[in-house]
């Protein structure tokens, strides 16, 4: 059986958990369109404030499912193209997708897991958490934006080094070199990304929906363009209903309660 995805509330949170624990949860077509799905639904669903994204058990997710991609080698090479823009897709949808996407990690996050990872908006890592861009022990290039988000996470030298010497790194790193927001106990990624995602959700939503599309477009545009982007994205926030208790509550010296 092919892993498949699994959707809860968990208060305001969406949490989607990749499951297959007996292949430390490989990815899977099924996974890709299940996410994507659930991702959409979530955009226009004002009962959502945050989406986590985790692992079912021990693993975060493993990646490809290797079997079925030394099956496909036999096989149309469209075949293998659609499934990638499956993959793709999911990836997509959480760039688009309006409300955080938090991902939640426990033991290893391994090659498209580790893309996964990196498409996340925020990432929590259990300090015994592990992560390999392990595509080059296959003999494989990185997929699912793995190569993007490095290259613009990381100076070009280390994104290299990763794809090119594909060795397990700690928790510990990965938050040393940015690409990890937390660190928390083993065991309790789930619960620290719900405290997370229960903070953010207290803010103004499209105050929160506004900055992840600006911090995502602004490396594709100039200083001048990103200025005008911020001006359009301002003055329908200040307007909105959001901002007037937000000010009343900074006058009456008390918490914001935002919708």
């Given at each position: 059986?092919?892993?498949?995805?699994?959707?809860?509330?968990?208060?305001?949170?969406?949490?989607?958990?990749?499951?297959?624990?007996?292949?430390?949860?490989?990815?899977?077509?099924?996974?890709?369109?299940?996410?994507?799905?659930?991702?959409?639904?979530?955009?226009?669903d004002s009962g959502?404030?945050?989406?986590?994204?985790r692992g079912d058990?021990?693993?975060?997710?493993?990646?490809?499912?290797?079997?079925?991609?030394?099956?496909?080698?036999?096989?149309?090479?469209?075949?293998?193209?659609?499934?990638?823009?499956?993959?793709?897709?999911?990836?997509?949808?959480?760039?688009?997708?309006?409300?955080?996407?938090?991902?939640?990690?426990?033991?290893?996050?391994?090659?498209?897991?580790?893309?996964?990872?990196?498409?996340?908006?925020?990432?929590?890592?259990?300090?015994?958490?592990?992560?390999?861009?392990?595509?080059?022990?296959?003999?494989?290039?990185?997929?699912?934006?793995?190569?993007?988000?490095?290259?613009?996470?990381?100076?070009?030298?280390?994104?290299?080094?990763?794809?090119?010497?594909?060795?397990?790194?700690?928790?510990?790193?990965?938050?040393?070199?940015?690409?990890?927001?937390?660190?928390?106990?083993?065991?309790?990624?789930?619960?620290?990304?719900?405290?997370?995602?229960?903070?953010?959700?207290?803010?103004?939503?499209?105050?929160?929906?506004?900055?992840?599309?600006?911090?995502?477009?602004?490396?594709?545009?100039?200083?001048?363009?990103?200025?005008?982007?911020?001006?359009?994205?301002?003055?329908?926030?200040?307007?909105?209903?959001?901002?007037?208790?937000?000010?009343?509550?900074?006058?009456?010296?008390?918490?914001?309660?935002?919708?």
């Amino acid at each position: 059986m092919p892993s498949e995805l699994l959707s809860e509330r968990r208060a305001a949170a969406l949490v989607l958990t990749i499951s297959d624990p007996a292949t430390r949860n490989t990815l899977s077509p099924q996974v890709y369109e299940a996410g994507t799905r659930a991702l959409q639904a979530a955009a226009t669903d004002s009962g959502v404030r945050a989406v986590v994204l985790r692992g079912d058990g021990a693993h975060f997710c493993a990646g490809g499912d290797l079997q079925r991609l030394a099956t496909s080698r036999a096989g149309p090479a469209d075949g293998v193209r659609a499934n990638i823009d499956r993959f793709h897709a999911f990836v997509l949808a959480m760039r688009d997708c309006p409300k955080p996407v938090i991902a939640a990690v426990e033991g290893h996050a391994a090659g498209g897991g580790c893309s996964l990872v990196l498409a996340c908006d925020l990432v929590i890592a259990a300090a015994g958490a592990r992560f390999t861009m392990s595509y080059g022990r296959a003999g494989l290039s990185p997929d699912g934006g793995g190569t993007f988000h490095l290259a613009q996470a990381l100076p070009r030298a280390r994104a290299l080094q990763l794809l090119w010497l594909p060795e397990p790194h700690t928790a510990r790193q990965w938050h040393d070199w940015g690409l990890v927001n937390a660190l928390c106990a083993d065991g309790q990624a789930l619960d620290e990304a719900l405290l997370w995602a229960e903070r953010i959700g207290r803010m103004a939503s499209n105050a929160v929906a506004s900055a992840k599309a600006l911090v995502h477009h602004a490396r594709t545009r100039t200083l001048v363009e990103q200025l005008h982007a911020e001006r359009e994205q301002f003055v329908p926030n200040l307007q909105h209903d959001n901002a007037a208790e937000g000010l009343r509550a900074f006058f009456e010296k008390r918490a914001p309660r935002f919708e």
